[in-house]
């Protein structure tokens, strides 16, 4: 199995929102480029995966 099915599995009973932005001030990277992540949260607990 996967990271990202491990991921999703365990979150099923919360709601998973994917993200996309281009990071022009290259945060992420050290270049610009398009990010992708899935963020949830749920009982003031935040998780983030960028994809």
Not at 10 to 18: A, F, L, M, S, T
Not at 26 to 46: F, G, Q, R
């Amino acid at each position: 199995m996967s990271y990202e099915a491990d991921y999703r599995g365990g979150y099923r009973k919360r709601r998973v929102e994917k993200q996309r932005y281009f990071d022009e001030r290259e945060e992420v990277y050290s270049y610009p480029s398009e990010i992708e992540a899935d963020s949830s949260v749920k009982n003031s607990v935040h998780v983030l995966v960028e994809i």
